[in-house]
Structures are given as structure tokens and as C-alpha cells.
């Protein structure tokens, strides 16, 4: 059975969402694409946890089987110890109120039918917030002027309002209903780097000032560096390492972290020189590589790699999942590994297990 | 010095608007030196690429590149050519790769045969002879096994593989000047890293000059040589790479290095430009980033700032600046 830590806000274990590929006239089902093949993560109250890794390795699926926007095909959910999979639909409305999401395009994520007033309205109405019609109103107005958006502009459509603007429209929606956690699905990858800043900015100050919680999806690792305290980095739909933000970029354990942080641009005039440290393309989910799913396009590879499939080795700050992690050369920031490891931010490290 | 490869001059791009022709890049100049690496860098809707489109004599109706422009390259005035010679300069001295790799390539016909094709519009040579010279720029590019991907069609590539099919089309010709606008923006960072350096090699290699489109100074730091920063369809500030990085002068240009999330920022805010782009048609009277300015006064509410020269590369066009060098 599975040992849950007593003050996780979100746990996953062994998540999976495997989408079907169908074809033939008569659409049998031929393969799945395992977008998600058992991902396991604790988010802590308060803590900003990122989840980064290219596209197609399956950071969105897992946001929105967090949801339930995607039914996941296994493994499980417990928000505050409550198991959210063996939830009816019904029974599971009321959590959507404390999770909330905000995707990277606003210009699909808002309706164009909806004025900005009755965009951000519209949760609290669907979970009878407010009220009245002229107290939501009177909420949205504040709303607006939190996200530094003029209260004016209410009765306004989203495609009078700039990038920036309609972002700060979705986070002033999600907002609306009050969660605990926020779902941040690529929310500033489609912005300019002024904008960026501004938004970056913007969601930190909520942080502080509501206590939220973060899951941060995002392909950009400057933002995960700048904003993080923990990173989750996943390959294929696994998790292949997981630690503090500050370790993971001091001291990557994974060769597909190493590769990954090699290739990231220097804005140093002095360190130029990119290192494409990852070989060729990234497979499909469809059909992912026999033992490590990293193998073909790892440097430091060994024969058993192509066969046999990595344990998780536990770190103190989290886990890697590759064979050499336990025989790393130990360097300055090097974890150390512990038989019973613990995950999470050091004020909760006293009480958080793994299966 | 030699003369320049490309010297762009006074360039003004103009569309239709209810109120006549709004300029959306205005009086600009720019010069790339031969297997010189040029960044032009800014934020969405500077201008950029439209400057970029205007260099291939590309930009899409009903703009137009006003009368008073010169772009000349190697010694030849790109604006008077006509449609046949423009035809071969494109593909054959100029080459140009976009950001989409996937709606740049036709999807039905091979890749190899869509990189043959522009072999032979610009050599005649046998088809076997193309064909071989073909596999020899897949394989300059990094494709492995390029004989077989000769006759892969675009779908069967990853986003990667495509962009270096559209690299090898582009240097078929052996073009002098190659213009990349946003060639790894819609790439991985694993892939990104890849192209990054196929790009450096090849500019070593064969001394093509680059003019590189980008929003990304991390893209700038690893292949430019020089910069110039748009904003709002005009220059603010050139220089080297190192002189911009290390530094910039132009308030916008130091607003854009600081809103960069790096390690060094993590638990303090980042710096933010105040409020957005102001869109062509909309432009200030005097310099136009003086409404978000931190440091603006008077005189940059009313009045356009010329060039003020700070070093033999570096130049800003801000009347702050001005003052600070003459002062």
C-alpha cells in the first residue's frame, strides 16, 4: 500500500494516460501512445514545482489528467488525502475549484463570445460564488485591478486586449473561484520577454500574497531557474529526474538533464558555445525505445541500457532515473543518496515518503 | 575597409491604413560585411522580419518599399532589378530560411527531390550529378543516412530534420548572404542547441554572411557577431555582440537584457518595460519608446534622437545618451 506523506496538497502515483491509435475501416485499436507511462509527484502546499521537458514528453497530459481534462488510464490522485480517481465526475466538481489551470495561449483559452466581465465570472457562477450578479461584478472589478487591468474594460471582448492583457484576464479568471493550486500550462511561452517579466512578476506577488501553489509547466528553463523551488524533468512520459531547482542546475544527475541544461544559450559574452550533448531526435511516445527511453541519444550509455529499464534511484532531494546515478562522480552540490529517501522542500522533508 | 555585402539605406516599408500609408519600419539603415554575422533583434511587431522580407524584395501586398530606400547588395541595387534577375538573386546569392520548417516544405513531393530543384533552377548539371550533390548538402546539414532521406517526404521528419532539409536548400547555391528569420524558435531545446551549431559551422566553412532574425538573445550570444536592436520599426542601438551584452546603452535594450530571467534574479522581481509596443500608426512624436521610458524627459517627447557614436561598432539613438557622451 502505498505510504502517502501526511502534508502533500496533491499526490500522484503511478499516473498513466495512454491515448489509443486507431486504424482500419473498422478502427481497432493498434497501438497506444503513452503520452503518460506512470508518473509519480507530491506537490507541497506553498512550493512552485516545475515540470519541464520538450514537446511530445508529455508535461500538458499530465496537467490536465491532473484535472481530470483528460481521463488518465491509471494510477491515482490524492488532493489533501482525498483519491480523486475513484471520484465520480459529480463527486469531483468541487476540486476543480481548488485547481485551476491557466494555458499558454489566452487567445483559445477565452471564449470570443464572453466579455472580459463574464470570462472571469463565469467559475464563480459555476460554483455559486458571490452573491449576486452586481457582487461578482464587483469581485470581477477587483480582480481586474489585482492583475493591473483597468475595471473599465469589463464589458470588453478578449480580442480587443493584447497578449500580455488576456493573460492577465486567464490568471484573473482561475483566480475567480479561489484554488489552492495553479496550473501554469506554458502561461508565458507565447509572450514577449518584457511581457514575460511583467507576467512572472505578477503571478510571484500572488504567490506570496494567497499562499498558492504552483505546478509550472514549461519548456523554457531560465523561467524554471528563476521561478522553481523544485523541478520535475520528463522524458517520454516518465519523470527522469526530480530534485531542488538549485541542484538540478549545479549538479544535473541524468544525462538527459545534463543535455537538456548544456543546450540552453549563455547570455555571458564570454561563454559562448552551446553543447548539443543529446544525440538526434527525440522518439515517439508511440512507440518508445526498449530499456532507458533516453538510450539512443545518450552520451554516456552502457549495452544493458538498451534492454534493461532504469530503477528510480532516490536522491535527498528527490530521484534520478538512470543507471549511472548511483556511481556519479560526487562534485560541489552532489546529493546524497539515502535508502529512505525524502522529497519536498527541506520545512517538509521530516514527513514525506515514497512508496 | 572593402565595401559591404549588404547595405540597406533609409528603408521605409509603408501599408494602407484609413489615414494613408503608415510606415511600419522607417528609415532604416543596416550593412553586413562579407561572412559577417548580423543579429536584428526585438520584440514581436518591430519590424524585423518585414525588414528581412523587403532585403528578398518578399514583403506581402499591399505593403511597399517607399521610393527614397536602397538596398544594395554586392554593388547591385536589389530595388531595380527586375522580376528574373530579382528571381536569381533569391535561392541563388541570398538564400533564406524561415521559423516553420513544416509550412515551408511541400508536402508532397520528397525532400530530396524539393532540395534538387533548387539545384537546378540555378545550375545545369545531370540529374545523377544533382542528385549526388544533393545527398552532399543532406549530409553537410547532418542528416544521417542521407540517401535514403533523399526520398523521405516532410512528414516522415522531425522538426529538426526539416528545418536542416530547408538549411541545405538554402546553401545549395552557396549563397554570400543568408538570411535566417527565427530558424530555431519553434525548435526544442535539445534540437535548438543542434541547429545552433550546424549554423555556426557552416558560416565558418563557407564564409556566408547571416543576417539573423531573433527575439532571443541567448541565439545572439551563441552565433552573431554584430547586433542592431529594432524597436518599433527603427534601430535603437548596434554594436558587436559583446559591446550589446555586456553594454547596452539604449534604455530599451538594457530593459529587454534585464527582464531575461536568469539565475542571478531568482527571489527578486524581474525588471519589466512598462505597457506594450506601440503599433505602427500609433507611434510617439518624438523617440518612440519614450511613453515607456524609465528614463525619459522633455526633449524625448518631442523629438526623433539621431545616432550618438560610442564606439567605432557602437552606436544608440537616444537622447540620454547624448547628453551622457557629450557631457
Redesign the interface.
Same mark, same amino acid.
Given at each position: 500500500m502505498t505510504i502517502l506523506s501526511a502534508d502533500a496538497l496533491l499526490e500522484v502515483r503511478g499516473l498513466q494516460t495512454w491515448f489509443p491509435i486507431r486504424s482500419g475501416v473498422l478502427r481497432r485499436v493498434r497501438g497506444q501512445v503513452r503520452a503518460v507511462d506512470g508518473v509519480d509527484l507530491t506537490i507541497y502546499p506553498g512550493e512552485t514545482l516545475a515540470l519541464v521537458g520538450?514537446?511530445g514528453c508529455g508535461k500538458t497530459t499530465v496537467g490536465r489528467s491532473l484535472l481530470r481534462l483528460i481521463e488518465a488510464t491509471g494510477g491515482n490522485i490524492w488532493y489533501d488525502g482525498v483519491n480523486l480517481s475513484r471520484l465520480s465526475l459529480a463527486a469531483f466538481k468541487p476540486y476543480r475549484q481548488k485547481m485551476q489551470i491557466v494555458m499558454q495561449d489566452p487567445g483559445a483559452a477565452l471564449d470570443p463570445r464572453l466579455t472580459v466581465r463574464d470570462a472571469i465570472a463565469e467559475g464563480m457562477e459555476a460554483f455559486g460564488l458571490g452573491a449576486s450578479w452586481a457582487g461578482r461584478t464587483e469581485r470581477v472589478a477587483d480582480l481586474m485591478r489585482r492583475v493591473s487591468l483597468d475595471p473599465e474594460l469589463m464589458w470588453r471582448y478578449p480580442h480587443e486586449f493584447?497578449g500580455?492583457q488576456r493573460q492577465r484576464i486567464s490568471i484573473a479568471r482561475a483566480l475567480a473561484v479561489e484554488p489552492a493550486l495553479l496550473i501554469c500550462d506554458e502561461a508565458t511561452s507565447a509572450l514577449?520577454?518584457?511581457?514575460?517579466?511583467?507576467i512572472?512578476?505578477l503571478l510571484?506577488e500572488l504567490k506570496a500574497e494567497r499562499g498558492l501553489t504552483y505546478l509550472f509547466i514549461t519548456?523554457d528553463?531560465?523561467?524554471v531557474?528563476?521561478?522553481a523551488d523544485r523541478v520535475a524533468v520528463m522524458y517520454l512520459g516518465r519523470i527522469v529526474e526530480l530534485g531542488r531547482t538549485e541542484r538540478v542546475?549545479n549538479a544535473p544527475q541524468h544525462p538527459y538533464t545534463q543535455?537538456?541544461l548544456?543546450?540552453?544559450?549563455?547570455?555571458?559574452?564570454d561563454r559562448?558555445?552551446?553543447?548539443?550533448?543529446?544525440l538526434?531526435?527525440?522518439p515517439s511516445p508511440s512507440c518508445p525505445p526498449a530499456g532507458c527511453h533516453f538510450h539512443p541519444?545518450c552520451a554516456v550509455k552502457l549495452p544493458s541500457c538498451s534492454t534493461y529499464d532504469p530503477p528510480v534511484v532516490p536522491l535527498r532531494d528527490g530521484l534520478s532515473r538512470c543507471v549511472l546515478a548511483p556511481f556519479c562522480a560526487g562534485g560541489e552540490g552532489e546529493p546524497e543518496r539515502t535508502a529512505v529517501p525524502t522529497v519536498g522542500p527541506s520545512a517538509n522533508a521530516a514527513g514525506a515518503a515514497r512508496p | 575597409m572593402s565595401a559591404p555585402l549588404l547595405s540597406v539605406e533609409n528603408l521605409v516599408l509603408t501599408f494602407p491604413a484609413e489615414t494613408g500609408r503608415i510606415a511600419v519600419v522607417d528609415k532604416l539603415n543596416l550593412t553586413i560585411a562579407r561572412g559577417e554575422t548580423l543579429a536584428l533583434v526585438g520584440?514581436?511587431g518591430c519590424g524585423k522580419s518585414l525588414t528581412a522580407l523587403a532585403i528578398m524584395r518578399l514583403l506581402p501586398k499591399p505593403g511597399r518599399v517607399e521610393a527614397s530606400s536602397r538596398i544594395e547588395f554586392d554593388g547591385r541595387n536589389l530595388l531595380e532589378l527586375s522580376v528574373p534577375q530579382m528571381r536569381a538573386v533569391r535561392g541563388g546569392a541570398i538564400g533564406m530560411i524561415f521559423q516553420e520548417p513544416m509550412t515551408s516544405l511541400n508536402p508532397v513531393t520528397t525532400v530530396g527531390d524539393q532540395v534538387l530543384e533548387a539545384v537546378w533552377l540555378h545550375e545545369k548539371m545531370s540529374r545523377s550529378a544533382a542528385r549526388e550533390r544533393v545527398v552532399e548538402l543532406l549530409h553537410m546539414v547532418g542528416i544521417?543516412d542521407p540517401r535514403a532521406r533523399f526520398s523521405a517526404y516532410p512528414h516522415q521528419l522531425?522538426g529538426?530534420?526539416k528545418q536542416r532539409v530547408m538549411i541545405a536548400m538554402a546553401m545549395a547555391m552557396r549563397p554570400r548572404l543568408l538570411i535566417a528569420d527565427e530558424p530555431t524558435t519553434a525548435l526544442?531545446?535539445?534540437? %535548438?542547441?543542434?541547429i +545552433?551549431?550546424l549554423l555556426r559551422q557552416l558560416s565558418f566553412d563557407t564564409g556566408t554572411a547571416v543576417l539573423l532574425i531573433t527575439?532571443?538573445?541567448?541565439?545572439v550570444?551563441?552565433i552573431a557577431d554584430r547586433v542592431a536592436v529594432m524597436y518599433a520599426g527603427m534601430i535603437v542601438e548596434e554594436g558587436t %555582440?559583446?559591446e550589446l +551584452?555586456?553594454h547596452p546603452r539604449h534604455p530599451y535594450a538594457q530593459?529587454?537584457?534585464k527582464?531575461?530571467?536568469?539565475?542571478e534574479?531568482?527571489g527578486n522581481?524581474?525588471?519589466?518595460?512598462k505597457g506594450?509596443?506601440p503599433r505602427p500608426g500609433r507611434w510617439p512624436p518624438g523617440c518612440r519608446f519614450a511613453p515607456r521610458c524609465p528614463s525619459a524627459f522633455d526633449r524625448c517627447q518631442a523629438e526623433l534622437p539621431h545616432r550618438t557614436t560610442l564606439s567605432s561598432s557602437q552606436g544608440a539613438w537616444c537622447h540620454l545618451v547624448e547628453y551622457e557622451v557629450h557631457t
Open positions: 520538450e514537446s493584447s500580455g514577449d520577454v518584457s511581457i514575460q517579466a511583467q512572472l512578476n510571484g519548456h528553463l531560465g523561467v531557474r528563476y521561478f542546475f543535455a537538456l548544456a543546450s540552453i544559450p549563455s547570455l555571458d559574452p559562448r558555445g552551446v553543447k548539443a550533448m543529446a538526434g531526435d527525440v541519444r | 520584440e514581436s544521417p522531425s529538426g530534420l526544442d531545446a535539445t534540437i %535548438r542547441a543542434q +545552433l551549431a527575439h532571443d538573445f541567448g541565439v550570444n551563441e %555582440r559583446r +551584452l555586456s530593459g529587454l537584457l527582464s531575461i530571467p536568469r539565475p534574479a531568482r522581481k524581474l525588471l519589466e518595460i506594450v509596443v
